[in-house]
C-alpha cells in the first residue's frame, strides 16, 4: 500500500517536473514583480487591514484553485476575512493574463516565502477555470 | 508564593516602566522631548480624544479581543502610564471627538453621541444617540473621521471608495468617468449639525469635495476654518508604466493639506499635485501625461509632503507645554505608506510644520520618529514588519501629545520639560 503511495507520489512530482519548470517559477517571480508586489509587498507580506497577506494564507495554499484563478484573472474588491485579519481595497484585474501566467504566478505565490504548497499547471489552470 | 509573584510582576514591571523612560519608548524626539508608553496591546487604536480632564478616549478599527472598540484610558497615578483602562461598543471604526461632556465616535456608516458625567464616564454606554447614519462606506476609503468648529457643526470625510474614478476602478486602461459620479455622494466632507439626531446625506451639506481620501483633519481656531490633509492616489506606474516608472511613482502625487472653505474643489480626480513641477497635474486617467497641467478651478494645498506616506491624523498644537514654535503648528501622523514599493517606504513618524499667523511658517520635519522599530535609519522595506504605524493624534490638557497606533495599538505619550 505504501509503495504504491510513494509510487504515485513520485509520479506526480515527476509530472510537475515535467511541467512546471525552473524557468516558469522564474516567470512566475518577473510577474510578480511587475503586478503584484507593489500591493503585496517583497515578502508577500501585503499591507495589515489593506491588502490581503499571500504569505501564509491559508487561501492561497488551499486548494481551492478555481477561486485563485478567477481573483488573479478578473481582480477582486470584496472585503475578506482572512485568518482572523480583514482586508479591503480593490485589487487590479489582470485580463491580458494568458493561463499559462496565471499558473507562474500561481506556482510562485503558492512556493514563495514560507509558503510550500504545490506548483499549478497550465492544464490544472484551465480545468480550474472551467469547473465553474 | 502568591506574594513573591505578586512581588515579580511589580519588579518587571517597574523595570520595563524605568527602562521606558529611559528609551523614550523606542522614539527619536526632538531635545528636551520625552516620551512613554501610555498604553500598549488596546487594540487597533485609530483616533484618539482627551478630555480636559486628562481622561482619553480611543476608537478601535475592530473590537479587540475582549470584544471592546472605544477604549478610555485614564492615568491616576499621573505617572505618565494609564492605569485604568475600560472599554464598550461593538462596532469598529476611526473617528472620535471629544467637546464638553459630548464624545462623538463614528462607524464606517454612521456617527454617535455619548454623553460624559462629570468623572467623564460614559452614563450610557449602551444607548448612544444617532447623530447621521446611512454614510456610504463600501471597500475602500471607508473610515469616518470627524471633527467640530466652534458653531457646533460636525465635520466628516467620506472618502472615494476609488482610486481615479476609473470606470473600472484599478484597471489599466480604464478611463475616467467624466464626471466623476462618486462625487455626488463621497470624495469629500460633508457638514452635519453636531446635536440633531438621525441625520442623512439630505440633512448634511458637501461642504467641500475633489479629495480623494482624507484621514486626518482639524479646525483651527485661529484661522477658524478646517484643514485636511489628503491621502493621494496610487498606482501611476502599475497602470501607466510609459508614462511613469516606478520611482517616479515613489514620489507622485505629493501628499497635501489643506485648508478648506466651505465650497472648495481640491481637483479629484481630475488632477494630481507634483510635488517637483510644484503643480496641478492631469492625471492620465483624463487624458494627462505628466507634462500637461489641469484643475483650473481647484485649489492649491497649504502644504505638500512626499508621496504615499499616508498622513492619517492632524492636529494644531494649542498648548503651552511645548517651545514657542511649535504654537499653534500642524502635527501630522503619518501611518507609513506601501504604494512606494519597490523603494523603500516613507513615513511611519510623526511630522511638524510651523505655522505663524495660519500660514505655514518654514519647512516641514519630522518630530517623532522609530515607531517602526527598526534600527538607525533602516527604513521599513515590508509595512507588516512595522511595529507601531502612528495614526491618531491629541492634545493633552497639560499640553503633551499622544499618539495611537493601530498595529499593535500602542498610545505614545510625548513631553516637554527644559
Known amino acids: ?132 | 508564593m502568591k506574594n513573591v509573584k505578586i512581588f515579580l510582576v511589580f519588579v518587571f514591571a517597574a523595570i520595563t516602566l524605568a527602562s521606558n523612560a529611559q528609551n523614550n519608548a523606542g522614539l527619536k524626539l526632538p531635545a528636551g522631548f520625552k516620551a512613554t508608553l501610555f498604553a500598549d496591546t488596546i487594540g487597533s487604536a485609530r483616533h484618539i480624544a482627551i478630555t480636559p480632564n486628562g481622561v482619553l478616549f480611543a476608537k478601535l478599527m475592530y473590537p479587540n479581543k475582549a470584544g471592546k472598540s472605544i477604549i478610555r484610558l485614564e492615568d491616576k497615578n499621573k505617572d505618565g502610564v494609564a492605569d485604568n483602562i475600560t472599554g464598550w461598543g461593538k462596532y469598529g471604526g476611526t473617528g472620535i471627538f471629544v467637546k464638553g461632556k459630548s464624545l462623538y465616535a463614528t462607524s464606517d456608516n454612521d456617527i454617535y453621541l455619548y454623553q460624559l458625567n462629570e468623572k467623564d464616564e460614559v452614563i450610557d454606554t449602551a444607548k448612544p444617540k444617532t447623530i447621521v447614519k446611512g454614510l456610504l462606506a463600501k471597500n475602500q476609503h471607508a473610515s469616518k473621521s470627524i471633527t467640530l468648529d466652534g458653531q457646533g457643526n460636525i465635520y466628516v470625510n467620506i472618502g472615494a471608495y476609488s482610486n481615479a474614478c476609473q470606470e473600472k476602478d484599478r484597471m489599466p486602461g480604464s478611463k475616467g468617468m467624466m464626471p466623476c459620479p462618486i462625487l455626488d455622494s463621497a470624495g469629500g466632507i460633508w457638514k452635519f449639525d453636531g446635536i440633531k439626531e438621525n441625520q442623512v446625506y439630505g440633512d448634511g451639506k458637501r461642504y467641500a469635495t475633489g479629495l480623494r481620501n482624507v484621514v486626518g483633519l482639524d479646525w483651527n481656531k485661529q484661522t477658524n476654518s478646517l484643514f485636511v490633509m489628503q491621502h493621494g492616489r496610487d498606482q501611476l506606474n502599475s497602470f501607466y508604466p510609459t508614462l511613469y516608472t516606478d520611482a517616479q511613482n515613489a514620489e507622485l502625487p505629493a501628499e497635501t493639506m489643506y485648508e478648506l472653505h466651505e465650497g472648495d474643489n481640491a481637483g479629484w480626480p481630475y488632477v494630481y499635485f507634483d510635488p517637483y513641477q510644484k503643480k496641478k497635474m492631469l492625471s492620465p486617467e483624463y487624458g494627462g501625461d505628466g507634462k500637461k497641467e489641469g484643475g483650473e478651478n481647484a485649489i492649491n494645498p497649504t502644504v505638500f509632503f512626499p508621496a504615499h506616506m499616508a498622513p492619517n491624523a492632524l492636529l494644531f498644537y494649542t498648548g503651552n507645554q511645548f517651545p514657542e514654535k511649535y504654537k499653534n503648528g500642524a502635527f501630522i501622523a503619518f501611518h507609513g505608506s506601501w504604494n512606494r514599493a519597490p523603494l523603500p517606504q516613507e513615513g511611519y513618524f510623526v511630522a511638524f510644520v510651523p505655522f505663524k499667523d495660519g500660514k505655514p511658517n518654514g519647512e516641514w520635519e519630522i518630530f517623532a520618529n522609530g515607531f517602526s522599530g527598526l534600527t538607525g535609519d533602516e527604513k521599513v522595506k515590508n509595512p507588516r514588519n512595522a511595529k507601531a504605524r502612528p495614526c491618531g493624534l491629541a492634545q493633552g490638557p497639560d499640553g503633551s501629545l499622544y499618539v495611537s497606533d493601530d498595529n499593535k495599538g500602542s498610545i505614545f505619550k510625548i513631553s516637554y520639560s527644559k
Open chain 1, 1 to 132: 500500500m505504501n509503495y504504491i503511495k510513494i509510487l504515485i507520489g513520485s509520479f506526480l512530482i515527476l509530472g510537475f517536473a515535467v511541467n512546471v519548470t525552473a524557468q516558469d517559477l522564474a516567470k512566475g517571480k518577473k510577474i510578480y514583480e511587475t503586478r503584484c508586489l507593489v500591493c503585496h509587498q517583497a515578502d508577500g507580506g501585503g499591507v495589515p487591514n489593506m491588502n490581503a497577506p499571500l504569505d501564509g494564507s491559508s487561501n492561497v495554499v488551499g486548494n481551492d484553485l478555481a477561486r485563485l484563478v478567477r481573483i488573479i484573472k478578473g481582480g477582486y474588491s470584496e472585503k475578506i476575512a482572512l485568518d482572523g485579519m480583514y482586508y479591503s481595497n480593490a485589487m487590479t484585474a489582470n485580463p491580458d493574463f494568458k493561463d499559462a501566467d496565471i499558473a507562474n504566478v500561481l506556482s510562485y505565490i503558492r512556493t514563495s516565502w514560507s509558503n510550500k504548497a504545490t506548483v499549478v499547471t497550465e492544464a490544472q489552470v484551465i480545468a480550474a477555470k472551467n469547473k465553474k
